[in-house]
């Protein structure tokens, strides 16, 4: 039997952030070249340029979680016998665990 394929299923999130980033991105890199953009005979052109181009390096981020996250194949943790990435999950948890706890002040007697 042939696996199901699901199309846009996994990582929505990291797809729309993506879409969008590239969209206010060019949006802004369109308007900063092309717009006259002076207030009070300053040019802004230059910063929705540049903010243009952050937002579209910051949709990078966002292209490469998804397809990360739709890889299809992957080994499961059980089929590689979960030693390393047992210990790897401890060393996160534990370390997650004294990041969120808050530390208690002690007084002086």
């Not at 340029?49 to 390096?57: C, H, P, Q, R, T």
């Not at 401890?90 to 370390?95: C, G, K, Y």
Request: hydrophobic share 50%.
């Amino acid at each position: 039997m042939a696996p199901k394929y699901d199309g846009l299923s996994h990582c929505k999130l990291a797809l729309v952030f993506a879409v969008l980033m590239d969209l206010l991105g060019v949006i802004s890199l369109l308007l900063g070249v092309f717009a006259p953009l002076e207030i009070k005979g300053q040019d802004f052109g230059d910063l929705l340029v540049y903010s243009g181009a952050l937002l579209v390096l910051f949709s990078l981020a966002g292209w490469v979680m998804w397809y990360s996250g739709n890889i299809e194949g992957l080994t499961s943790k059980i089929e590689l016998g979960g030693v390393v990435g047992g210990a790897v999950d401890r060393l996160a948890r534990n370390l997650s665990r004294r990041i969120r706890l808050p530390r208690t002040q002690s007084s002086p007697s």
